[in-house]
């Protein structure tokens, strides 16, 4: 597996309160993505860096924001958790180029009640 | 806006035998295709990337094609293991700043003994 892993594994909370996901990588590659995955959806880009303190958004970045203040760390962040935010979160990692494999962590599931 | 599409949703097949999944894109500007797996529980891992000017590339028993005048791309599994049994994810890329993909559904394989 590529070294990347995601904090915490699993994670139940109630609506309303912040929720951060942290993602870890040893991997020094430049670009880290934050995606959700839902039944009926494939994976969807949330939030995505280029470097440090670089971020943007995806195409579901409402509800959501990230931090990148070292190469190996990228965090996200629910700001008010709501229960359509209940989903599988994956982190992934590559160094950017077209055809470079992106790499995905083990993913963190979160339910909000 | 970009999508793709994959075929059918699932399947299931007996042990030993062939199959082949479908996806059907509209991504524009094209750069590549790919193909992951997806196990349960588990992040999507890369099997094969293709770039417009590739028509086919293996891996193991995977062997994917891409027809980019018609859009549409497939992935062969060849004498099926247990093991197979996953999600399979067609996954298109866009010229476009950040490397964005586009993540099709999903097939999900059974495969039975």
């Known amino acids: 597996d590529a070294g990347i892993t995601q904090s915490p594994r699993h994670k139940v909370t109630e609506t309303g309160t912040p929720v951060t996901l942290r993602c870890h990588q040893t991997e020094n590659h430049r670009y880290m993505y934050w995606y959700r995955q839902d039944p009926g959806h494939g994976l969807r880009l949330i939030h995505y860096?280029?470097?440090?303190?670089?971020?943007d958004k995806g195409e579901v970045s409402d509800g959501y924001s990230v931090s990148r203040s070292k190469t190996e760390d990228f965090l996200l962040t629910l700001e008010s958790a709501t229960s359509s935010q209940t989903s599988v979160y994956f982190c992934a990692i590559d160094s950017g180029g077209d055809t470079d494999t992106q790499y995905f962590g083990p993913g963190t599931r979160l339910t909000v009640l | 806006k970009n999508q793709v599409e994959q075929s059918p949703q699932s399947l299931i097949i007996l042990e030993g035998k062939n199959c082949t999944l479908q996806c059907n894109y509209t991504v524009s500007p094209f750069s590549n295709l790919r193909w992951y797996k997806q196990d349960t529980g588990r992040g999507p891992v890369s099997l094969t990337i293709m770039t417009f000017s590739e028509n086919t590339k293996s891996n193991g028993r995977y062997t994917a094609t891409l027809d980019a005048d018609t859009k549409q791309s497939s992935l062969h599994i060849t004498a099926s293991q247990l093991s197979d049994s996953a999600s399979y994810i067609c996954?298109?890329?866009?010229?476009?700043?950040?490397?964005?993909?586009?993540f099709g559904g999903g097939t999900r394989v059974l495969v039975k003994p």
């Open positions: 860096s280029y470097g440090v303190k670089d971020t």
């Open positions: 996954v298109v890329s866009a010229k476009a700043a950040g490397n964005k993909l586009t």
